[in-house]
């Protein structure tokens, strides 16, 4: 037997498992007590959990989640987290089932032990991958407007080169102020929605990716020729 000093015991170094019993007995004084009837207490043990993790959706930031698939929330539980299996908090339990703000990582769960329920075995391992920057950085659309028509370059992406032709008896002047309409990809482009003078070697526009790539693309913008006409005459006798 065991001696209990107030109200609780621990007996977590005890190698217990579900379907143990435990007698608590009041030991008497001997002299005007006698021992209390022994109370049995037959432990149980939640079941191992099951999860699914969700990776983090953003650059660093720690916004990977696990569901508990067999959530059952009238069942009152609290649940636990560990990243090495040794070291267990407890874990705020949204909606659903949902622990959420997650760092990446690889991660155990278990229902905490209560009262006469001892702590379920850990879930099978959970692992939040971190999100991973794109390198993809490409102008996809390149659109100019002239006397309120527009014109779509062709876009080379391999030689990263743009090209619009303007038709011929185009004012020439126009070239020196166009500001292009850009569709990208990648987080930046430089320059951006500003006017550029494409009146003499085009413009180099940099399309910036998520993870600090770049790539670089030459616009030109050039009026077409006139179409030329070969008029033979005739030699006439007056």
Known sequence: WIKITGATVDLSNEELKADDT???????????????????????????????????????????????????????????????????????VGNGGVISNLAPGSYVIRVKGS??????????????????????????????????????GTIDQKAGTITVTLPAGTDPDVLNSLTP???????????????????????????????GSTKDYKATITIAQPDTYTITVADMQH
């Open 22 to 92: 435990i007698h608590i007995r009041k030991p008497g004084n001997g002299t005007t007590t006698i021992t209390s009837d022994t109370q049995t207490i037959t432990l149980t043990q939640a079941a191992k959990p099951t999860g699914t993790a969700k990776n983090e959706t953003s650059y660093q930031g720690n916004n990977g989640s696990i569901t508990i698939t067999d959530y059952d929330s009238s069942k009152g539980y609290t649940y636990q987290i560990s990243n090495n299996g040794s070291t267990w908090t407890d874990a705020t």
């Open 115 to 152: 009262g006469n329920m001892l702590a379920s075995e850990p879930s099978n391992t959970l692992t939040v991958d971190p999100y991973v920057q794109s390198s993809e950085a490409k102008i996809t659309s390149f659109k100019v407007t002239v006397n309120e028509v527009e014109y779509t």
């Open 181 to 211: 309409d850009i569709t990208h990809t990648g987080v930046s482009i430089s320059p951006d929605d500003v006017a550029k003078d494409f009146s003499e070697d085009g413009v180099t526009y940099t399309v910036t990716a998520e993870n």
